[in-house]
């Protein structure tokens, strides 16, 4: 049994495909398609339930997963820890940022970060936050700038900003003598959203189901500066942090009647190794904080 069959296992387990398994660890489909069903012979059961057009596991596949889990994970803590010991001067953190928190709220972080720690090598994945909190449970990443969720057991959470969703819409809009918008206010109107795996587009989506409101999504991009030059041009709507719009030209933002705040913060996962790289990350996040008088960062 090899490590790298575990890892093929894994992946296939989780995106329930193999092509995009094969994708996602940059190999050939053939290649996990052989290692699986070495690891099956070797164990003499069958992990997969290939009956059905999406891969599923077996029941002794699933016990199997969990204790795949859990091995894989000692490991990558291990190799972190022992990198430690090495005490060398340099370290790798791997981050997930949103668009809207990529744009406007990272790089005020990352510039002071970086002349402080030049040493250290940060890899910025750009996601929503939804896509961000699942890839901090499956340890692909050591951070995530992200609205924080009202309940994340598994995540450690550091509050760094509140901002506030507002409508978008262009400066001679009807809609932009409103003091407040309600979801009635937008029902016909062409919206511009963000991307699934957007907590924000959770949102705002939920809030027109709820006011039984139909969408009319009518272009989705996960570039903010697209999406406000579209807003500007009269294209359509969109709904964004307070944070990001202001005085945009073109654009006047607006709060909802019902005022939405969210957090955003950094969040970690809770049992996962500490690697000293990703230690300095957030003793430096927790300095900024604690200089600000506010509290924000912004």
Same mark, same amino acid.
Not at 26 to 32: A, E, G, K, L
Not at 35 to 54: H, M, P, T, V
Not at 89 to 114: D, E, H, N, R, V
């Given at each position: 049994?090899?490590?790298?069959? +575990? ?57 199997? +997963? ?133 907590? +924000? ?98």
């Amino acid at each position: 049994m090899e490590l790298r069959q +575990l890892e093929y296992f894994q992946m296939a387990s989780r995106l329930k495909n193999i092509t995009r398994a094969a994708e996602r660890l940059r190999v050939s489909q053939p290649n996990i398609t052989v290692a699986i069903k070495k690891l099956e012979s070797e164990l003499g059961i069958q992990l997969f339930d290939r009956s059905q057009k999406q891969l599923s596991l077996t029941p002794e596949g699933a016990v199997f +997963l969990g204790r795949v889990e859990v091995a894989l994970r000692s490991i990558q803590d291990a190799v972190l820890e022992v990198n430690d010991y090495k005490q060398l001067q340099k370290g790798t953190i791997k981050i997930g940022i949103p668009p809207m928190m990529g744009a406007y709220l990272f790089p005020k972080i990352f510039s002071s970060f970086q002349r402080r720690y030049s040493h250290l090598d940060v890899y910025l994945h750009e996601e929503g936050s939804v896509a961000i909190r699942e890839q901090l449970e499956r340890d692909e990443l050591d951070f995530g700038i992200i609205i924080i969720p009202e309940a994340a057991p598994n995540l450690r959470l550091l509050p760094m900003a509140r901002s506030q969703i507002v409508c978008c819409v262009q400066e001679d809009s009807p809609l932009a003598a409103r003091k407040a918008i309600t979801m009635q206010d937008i029902e016909d109107s062409s919206l511009i959203m963000l991307k699934e795996g957007s907590f +924000l587009r959770q949102i705002m989506l939920q809030k027109m189901k709820t006011a039984d409101i139909t969408p009319n999504i009518v272009l989705e991009s996960n570039q903010v500066v697209t999406i406000m030059g579209l807003v500007a041009s009269g294209v359509g709507i969109a709904f964004l942090l307070d944070m990001v719009v202001r005085d945009v030209p073109g654009i006047r933002a607006i709060p909802l009647a019902t005022p939405t705040h969210v957090d955003v913060g950094l969040a970690w996962k809770r049992d996962r190794y500490i690697s000293r790289a990703a230690q300095s990350f957030i003793d430096f996040s927790k300095d900024i904080l604690s200089r600000s008088a506010e509290h924000s960062i912004l």
